[in-house]
Structures are given as C-alpha cells and as structure tokens.
C-alpha cells in the first residue's frame, strides 16, 4: 500500500495567513492527489484534484501544487471559514490512501 | 444538485450485524463507482471499500481490515447504496461516509455513526 505523509499534523494560524501543508508519498503517484476539508458534522469537502486541479466551487485562494512524491496545498490567505481538518489522498493504486490529516486551529 | 444521504448507523454489540445505506440523488447513479469510507473517533479518514458501476463489471474492493466481513452492494432501481457489516469489532466504530468517483471522491455524504460496543 501506499503511505501518504502529511506535516505538520496541527498548525495554528490567524486570518489572513498563507498556510501551507505538505504531504509526501511513499512511491511516485503521478498526480493522482486529491485534498479534501473536514469539519465536524458536516459533509466532507473536495478541494483539489489531479494535485493541482480546483473542485467547482472552491474559493481561488485554496492551490495544489507538486508531483510524483511531493504535494502542497496552499490556503493564500486564511478565511475563518477555513479552520478545519484537511487530508490528502492519493488514486494511484488501490487501496486509496488517505495522509493523516493537517488541522488548522486559530492562533 | 449532487446528494447522498448515509443512514442505519447505531449501536451494536461487538459480534453483531448491521447494515447502512446510502441514498444518490442528482446524478446518474447507475454510471457510478461508489465508495465506502470511515473515520474513527479521533483518527483519519480510511477507505472501506468501492463498488463499480455494473457495465465496468460491478465488481467490489475491500480494505483489508474488512474484507470477508463487510459486504457493499448496490440496487440501481432505487439509487441506493449499501454497506452490510458483519462480525463487528469493537474498532468499526467510526462515522461511515459514502462517497463517488473513479480516483478523486466527490461528493461526499455527512456520514452515518456506527458505534460497536463490547
């Protein structure tokens, strides 16, 4: 199976921050990345495709970037809207795998 | 718009069974790969499984820590999808999403709670 690896795990960050999350692959994946936004009792969030491809509806501020191991998902300028969970998974192979999640706090 | 609606979440007793359901709308469901995923309480997301649509096969794939005890299925004359869980372990627990696509997953269902209790 593939390992995703994300860092950091947690982050604190103030509005209007540029955050960035990194996430590592344990063997080449193309760009067969996604990211998703997780909150608490809310449906799951698809942000980015194909590492750097923007889900219809995602603000302009959220990017993808990176290839074959190595991945970034970038929030340009942090929205309290944005505080939440983020994962990122890969479509490689099968099993899908999922990073172990990034969660933005409030600083 | 795009729905899908999880339920048949609840509690169970380590051993025992219990089925859930996920209810499309908004897409032509029956062209879908479907898929199962679940997040424990304070952990990750994991992948649980996927069904294929039945004209690429119809074919099921498992997570390892499910397989021979869960069971996906789908019934396309009602746009439904299903999750039969068997020989609970007290590590199902988690909220089970259902979700859609090839690779990329989107859009997702706000997830059903399972909790197996020993």
């Known amino acids: 199976d593939i390992q995703m690896t994300q860092s950091p795990s947690s982050l604190s960050a103030s509005v209007g921050d540029r955050v960035t999350i990194t996430c590592r692959a344990s063997q080449h994946i193309s760009s067969w990345l996604a990211w998703y936004q997780l909150k608490p009792e809310k449906a799951p969030k698809s942000l980015i495709y194909a590492a750097s491809s923007l889900q219809s509806g995602v603000p302009s501020r959220f990017s993808g970037s990176g290839s074959g191991t190595e991945f970034t998902l970038t929030i340009s300028s942090l929205q309290p809207e944005d505080f939440a969970t983020y994962y990122c998974q890969q479509y490689n192979s099968f099993p899908l795998t999922f990073g172990g999640g990034t969660k933005v706090e409030i600083k | 718009e795009v729905k899908l609606v999880e339920s048949g979440g609840g509690l169970v007793k380590s051993g025992g069974s219990l089925r859930l359901s996920c209810a499309a709308s908004?897409?032509?469901?029956?062209?879908?790969?479907m898929t199962w995923v679940r997040q424990a309480p304070g952990k990750g997301l994991e992948w649980v499984g996927r069904?294929?649509?039945?004209?690429?096969?119809?074919?099921?794939d498992y997570a390892a820590p499910v397989k021979g005890r869960f069971t996906i299925s789908r019934d396309d004359s009602k746009n439904t999808l299903f999750l039969q869980m068997s020989s609970l372990k007290t590590e199902d627990t988690a909220v089970y999403y259902c979700?859609?696509?090839?690779?990329?997953?989107?859009?997702w269902g706000q997830g059903t709670l399972v909790t197996v209790s020993s």
């Open positions: 069904i294929k649509s039945k004209t690429d096969g119809g074919t099921t």
């Open positions: 979700t859609t696509g090839f690779g990329e997953l989107y859009p």
């Open positions: 908004g897409f032509t469901f029956s062209d879908a790969w």
